[in-house]
Each structure stands twice: as C-alpha cells, then as structure tokens.
C-alpha cells in the first residue's frame, strides 16, 4: 500500500503516502506538489504535515475543495510517490530558543511539522469544534496549546489572540492560515522585537520556480511563492 | 545532430519560452546539456513587473496563465543569466518582445552583443502604435518587425514566434518569410478566460490569459501543417506537446524542432523522455 486516507474532521481529510526521499529531506514549511491524478491537469500544493523517516510516509492534511482534493479524498485511490514529488520552497527558519507557532484552520498542518523540530507553544484557531484538527498530536509536540473558535464551540470565543501570551519567552513566531489571520498577526507583532514568519498561498503551475504565476507582492517586487517561499519574513511583504 | 536555420542542435527538443525562466530551476534538476536548446524567458527593454495576482486559472487538460512578461530586462538578462546559461553545451535561443519594430531591434542588437545562438521573436505582444492590437495579428506589422530584427541580428538566426489568435495564420507566415526571418515557431498561447463561479469574477486579475497545454495541441498541429505548406522555412512546434507520440505528430505535421512547456509543470523530466523516446 502506498497510501491511506482518512477523514479528520468535517471536510478534512489526513493523507498519509509512501514517499521516503521527501520524508527524508523535507523541512518544516516546505510543500509538495502533487500530481493527484483524474482530471485534475496541474498539481496542488500541500504542506507537509509531518514525516516518518523509519517508515518513509509523509502525512499531508487538507480539505476538500474541488477536483484535485477530492481524488485524494477517494480511499480506493492509491497515490504514488512520483505523484507526491519532491520537497519545494523555502520552509521556516531554523532558530535557536523557543518558536510561538500561530495556524488558522488548515495552516495549522505545517506548523506541526515545525513543533517536532523545535521548542513550542501553540495558539491554533478554527471555525468551529468540528473544523479543528491536529490538537491531539500539537498538544503532545507543544508546552501549552490554545484553542480559539470562532463560535466558540472548542476552547475560547473569538479570533486567534495573543493577549495573554508572555511574548517575552519566544524567538520568533510562525504562522499559517488566512490572509487576514496573518495581516492580523503582522499588526498584533508590529511593536514586538519578534521576527514573525508566515506562510503564504497563491495559486501555482510548476510549483519550482519556473513559470512565475504564483508571485505575491514583497518589497523586492514580486517574489515566487513556490520558491522564494511559501515562508516569507512579514517583514517584506506588501500587506 | 538536427540542422535548424543554420544551427546544428543535438537534439530537437527545446523548452518553451516563459516554461523554464532562464534555465536555473530546471538545472538543479538535470543536466541541462542534454537538451537540444532552451527558449528562454521573454525579456524586454525595460524590466516588467508583470500582472496581478491570480495569473494562473486551471482548464480541462490545460491551463491558463496571465504573467505579462514578468521580466528583468534584457541588459540584466545578459548581464545576470546569460553566463550562467552559457556554462551548457546547450543552444540559447532568447525570447523577447517590443513596443515597435524600433524597439524590437534594439533588444535583438543587446541580446547578440551578448552572444545568443538564435533569436526567437515575440510577435504576440500588443503594438502600441496600433492601439494594442498584436503585431503577430497583422502581416505588415508581422513583416515590419521581423524586418527590422533581422537587420540587427548581424546574421544570427532569427525565429518568428506566431500567434495562434489569427484568421490565417498562413498569411502572417508568408509575411515573416518575406521578411527575412530564417525560422518560425509556432504556437504561443490561445487567449482564453474562465470564471469563478463563487464569486461571479474572473479567476485571472488580468481577465484573459494564455491557453496552453493538451488542450491545444490540436490546435497546435492545424497550425504547423499549415503553416509548413505554406512557407519553405523550418518550424519549430509547439503548443501541447505532452509526450513522445503527441511529440511524433508534430513532427509529422512538418516540425523539424520542438519546444515543450505546460507538460513539465506535471512532469518536469519529460522533455528528456521524449528526447530518448525519439531516439536521439
Ligand atoms: C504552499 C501551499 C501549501 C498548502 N498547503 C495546504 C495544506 O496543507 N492543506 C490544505 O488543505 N490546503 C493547502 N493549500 C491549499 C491547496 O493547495 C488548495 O486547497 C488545493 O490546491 C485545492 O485544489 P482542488 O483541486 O481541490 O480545488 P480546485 O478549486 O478544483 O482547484 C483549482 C485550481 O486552483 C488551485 N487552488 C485552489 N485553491 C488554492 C489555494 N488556496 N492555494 C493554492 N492553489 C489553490 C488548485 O491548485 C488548482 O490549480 C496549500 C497551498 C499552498 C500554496
Ligand atoms: C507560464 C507561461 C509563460 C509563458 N511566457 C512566454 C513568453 O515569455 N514568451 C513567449 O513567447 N511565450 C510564452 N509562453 C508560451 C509558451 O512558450 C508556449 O508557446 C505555449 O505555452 C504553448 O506550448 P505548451 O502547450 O507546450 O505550453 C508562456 C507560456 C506559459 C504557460
Ligand atoms: S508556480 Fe511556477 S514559479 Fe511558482
């Protein structure tokens, strides 16, 4: 067996495949691109989620959103590791001391990875208990865990907040998730002597650094999602 | 060896302009002597930004791309690119396009100062002085350009890249042999659109991109037999090319060279395994 597939949460599946290179050489941060097959013409970028290198599975978590998620959502679809491909882009940096990680729904899978290989504390929000995932295995990775909902079904009421998080313990931050999560983390961090690093999505083709269509707006111009990134410094992007 | 415009390749497989940017990403990959040429990324006189973000929107067998020659300006291509691509036993063919006939003759006289094997020109761009229709649209904008390229190309090839958004491609190809050009490739993009249907919007900030992919490559294949018929230079084919039977028909169409863009974004390695599977 290749691969298996199982759902996690309301839409949300957990795909584990067989692809030991990448288990090997992946970083936190990075993706893969995956060729899922049916009539799905281009890849889809998925972070990885977390790695065994004894058993050479790669464990990515996504939802279901269209054609391509939803032939690896099939569990008689088998997926091979040509499909899965290669690590690509710029993961988070490795820093020394402690890392606050910041996900938002699905951005929560990458930051995974990154609690495996660091020191860290977690604030994680969804939309609601049902959508929440991951919590299990960050709440063994982690010190604390803090869980917000945006209904408040699991954890706090409300948006992702910092307020009660001693800053003053932690090297630098990294987050996934919206766009408006991570703007929101920017302005929360502006006054803080804290590099934060975020993670950034655009639509992609090659998924290399080949064809230029997944850029974003920093201040050196347009920069490559794919390759430059998906993990940028706040700093230098264009909000 | 392949014979093309006077240039002898070792092989008939390139990789299409705009598909593999200025070589770097494609050579941490392989070892890019293996290829018979590589089309580099479109550069202009001044560097471009580029569109808007969405640039790229997924089709049926295909996809559709809004970059807007993205580029760093053809000084910075020479200058940046250029020696690292010449590190390669592999033909430089420099992709670029203009604002006037004038203007395309300037870059084509930087680019062989620079030392570039051939060059291939962008007729697909809107004509300022036109009101932004395409030159490549019309065969006396067609003839214009090429004319004034291959005046300051002192001798080094020149390729006219057509564009397939025409009536009669045919006319436009008489146009550029006319005109001196020594090749033709053929095809860049068909323009194309597609809507989100959450949101009521188009999924590209530019509105229409460029198709490419299988989805056009029978599109692709009309183009070259007729244009093959209708002009004795030699063509380079493209549009779609997929693997190494789509790649057989091309040439059966009447291709002595082929370039391969889409299909490496699915599966970089391809265009080595059309160059084994043609047996080069
Ligand atoms: C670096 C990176 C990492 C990602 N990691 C994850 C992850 O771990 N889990 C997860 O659930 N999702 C992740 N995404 C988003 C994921 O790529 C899309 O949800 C997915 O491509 C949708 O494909 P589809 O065929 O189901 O949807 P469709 O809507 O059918 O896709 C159509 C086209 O749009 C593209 N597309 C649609 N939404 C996005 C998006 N948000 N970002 C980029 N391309 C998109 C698809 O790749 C495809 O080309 C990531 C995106 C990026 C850029
Ligand atoms: C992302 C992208 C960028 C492109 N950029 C250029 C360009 O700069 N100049 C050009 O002449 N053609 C450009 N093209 C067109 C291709 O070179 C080619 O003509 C077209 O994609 C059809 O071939 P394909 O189906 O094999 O990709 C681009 C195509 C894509 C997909
Ligand atoms: S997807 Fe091609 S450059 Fe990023």
Redesign the pocket.
Known sequence: MSSAVRQIAEN?YSLEAYAPELAKSAQPGQ?AHID?GGS?Y??????V?DVSEESGFVR???????????QLANSQYQISEPQVGRAL?KGFPEVDGRVLLIGGG?GA??LLFAARRCGADAVLGFANGKRAILIPEFSAACGTVNVFTDDGSLGKAGVVDLSGVDLSQYSAVFACGPKAMLRNCQLMLAKEQLPLYV??????ACGYGACLV?VCATKKGYSR??KD??VFESGAIIW | MVSFAGINFKNRVTLASGTCGFGREIAELYDLSRLGGICTKGVTLLPRLGNLPPR???TPAGMLNSVGLQNPGVEAFVRDELPFLRGFDTKIIANFSGESPEEFAKIAAILVEGGVDMLEVNISCPNLHAGGTAFGTDPVASFEVTYAVKEAAKGVPVMVKLTPNVTDIAAIAVACEKAGADALSLINTLLGMRIDLKTGKPILANVTGGLSGPAVFPVALRCVWQVARAVKLPIMGLGGISDVDTAREMLLAGATMLSIGTAQFRNPLIPLEIIDGLGE
């Not at chain 1, 990515?60 to 939803?70: A, D, I, S």
């Not at chain 1, 993670?199 to 992609?204: G, I, L, P, Q, R």
């Open positions: 949300i993706f899922c799905a281009l890849r889809r970028p998925l972070s989620c990515f978590v996504f939802e279901l959103k269209g054609e391509g998620t939803r882009g699905l899978a990458p993670s950034m999505e655009e639509h992609m997944c999602v794919c990134g998906p | 790229v929107a997924e």
